[in-house]
């Protein structure tokens, strides 16, 4: 499986980006998805993860501004932000992990600034 993340950019504080992660390769296994982010400085977090077929979870900083859906048709996982905060600026990540298997799949991250 390999994934391409795209859809950052930059953006005023209370704007909204939609990223994306297109998975190409079977997925059959995979049993969640998520978005991390990383800011300059700071350790890798987790913001959003859909366990598949079960529950969506968020970190407490972005619920309620974030939305992370799937496309199955277009092996596709997306991450709606809406009201940006300059806090949210950093490189974000997606995972696909297959639990049975202890794989996790990496794409490469995309780079979001918010501007105050």
């Known amino acids: 499986v390999q994934l391409q993340a795209s859809g950052g950019g930059l953006v005023q504080a209370g704007g909204s980006l939609r990223l994306s992660c297109l998975a190409s390769?079977?997925?059959?296994?995979?049993?969640?998805m998520a978005w991390y982010r990383q800011a300059p400085g700071r350790q890798r977090e987790l913001v959003a993860v859909?366990?598949?077929?079960?529950?969506?979870d968020y970190v407490p900083s972005v619920k309620g501004r974030f939305t992370l859906s799937r496309d199955n048709g277009k092996n596709t996982m997306y991450l709606q932000m809406n009201d940006l905060k300059p806090e949210d600026t950093a490189t974000y990540y997606c995972?696909?992990?297959?639990?049975?298997?202890?794989?996790?799949?990496w794409g490469e991250g995309t780079q979001v600034t918010v501007s105050s």
């Open positions: 995972k696909f992990s297959d639990s049975r298997r202890g794989t996790h799949y």
């Open positions: 390769g079977s997925i059959s296994g995979i049993d969640s």
């Open positions: 859909n366990y598949v077929g079960v529950i969506t």
